[in-house]
């Protein structure tokens, strides 16, 4: 067996425990919590290795702070897990229950997954988050993190089995490829025989590898291609700061802006408030040609993938469109099926816009980046389902859980 292969067997030995543990699984994330505090300093100190191994290897500014630990930010982390711990627990949860004409009386309930793999990107939070999260559902996860934080990950989760250990479940509830090779990538998303599910949360290229290679069935996540749309009724005023803190107050975020689109009759006076609010982070703006002639050789032109590109920066595409239709037919073709926004005071523009957009967030005169579980009191999640099967939207608990029916009879034969 191939070191994955192990890796595998054993966790999904532990899932057969993870299944009836209960209790004991807050007893384990209460633990992970307290060790994440207490081993800070080793957190951090691997953290620095990880950083500066980033600078060398030149990732933007963006890309070190999403890699950045620091003592506030495990702290948030192990908060993270405590509200996990805090959550109801989604197992065994009755979905619907009825009794037949024959007298079978069936139950539908949530039950784990049993084993889950995660591939992720340069968030080493992700570590703790994402194995709090398969605990709790009561399913074991084998973590695949990239190179830049991989001294950050091994820290983590070395401290988190030691925890699961402590109360007495299997360390293998939680594990970590420690190999960042293309190759280990590659065998964990075929690796059928032990893994029930899949789940890719990164960018667009790792989210794309992972829907062409893997034998196991896959959850996408994350690629945000997030839009605001500024209708001919807007308040300018809230538009531009609503469009402020959806691309600058973290644009290396799946649910930050990439692109603004403007109805024509109210460009004119809304893209110099807008950029005016930009400028503020000094944010680029790649513009089409009736942009430019508004706000000037300050924009660079845009090109077509400029609208389709994810920037996870301080860039922003920006179009103006002839109409509500204009602004859908732009998203049916661009969008990425994350979030999206319309800045309105017209009830039917609304109305056509929540109708007629299809992905999983769609916003009235609010800012995209309140897709998260968190802030939509569903507690921590484990990313954004861009898709339609089985989960849409952010993956809290219940969205990682599967179902069985229970049948009770006292007989009854067909």
Known sequence: MTQL??????????????????????????????????????????????????????????????????????????DGVEQVAAQPDPIGRVIEG???????????????MGVIGIIYEARPNVTSDAAALCLKAGSAVILRGGKEAINSNKAVMSVMRDA??????????????????????????????????LIPRGGAGL?????????VPVIETGVGNCHVYVD??????????????????????????????????????ALPAIKAELDKKNVELRGCERTRGILG??????????????????ILAVKVVDSIDDALDHLAKYSTGHSESIITSDYAAANKFTSGVDSAAVYVNASTRFTDGGEFGLGAEIGISTQKLHARGPMGLNELTS??????????VR
């Open 5 to 78: 292969e192990i890796m595998g067997a054993n966790a999904k030995k532990a899932a057969r425990v993870l299944m009836n543990a209960g209790a004991k699984k807050d007893e384990a994330l209460k633990a992970i919590a307290k060790a994440l505090r207490e081993n800070s300093q080793a957190i951090i100190a691997a953290n620095d290795i990880d950083i500066e191994n980033g600078k060398k290897a030149g990732l933007t500014a963006s890309l070190l702070d999403r890699l950045k630990l620091d003592e506030g930010r495990i702290s948030g982390m192990a």
């Open 164 to 197: 699961v250990e402590s109360v007495g479940l299997p360390r293998d509830c939680v594990a970590l490829v420690e190999d960042t090779s293309r190759q280990s990538a590659t065998e964990l998303m075929q690796l059928s025989d032990y893994l029930d599910v």
């Open 207 to 215: 989210i794309k590898s992972v829907v062409e290679n893997a034998k």
């Open 297 to 314: 050789d300050c924009v660079v032109p845009a090109t077509e993938n400029d609208y389709a590109v994810e920037f996870l920066d301080y």
């Open 403 to 412: 179902m069985k029916f229970i049948i009770r009879g006292n007989g009854q």
């Open 232 to 269: 001919a009724s807007a308040d300018i005023d809230m538009a531009a700061k609503i469009i402020f803190n959806a691309k600058t107050q973290r644009p290396s975020v799946c649910n930050a802006i990439e692109t603004v689109l403007v109805h024509k009759d109210i460009a004119e006076k």
């Open 98 to 112: 009825r009794t037949l004409k024959n007298g079978l009386q069936i139950e539908k309930i949530t039950v784990p």
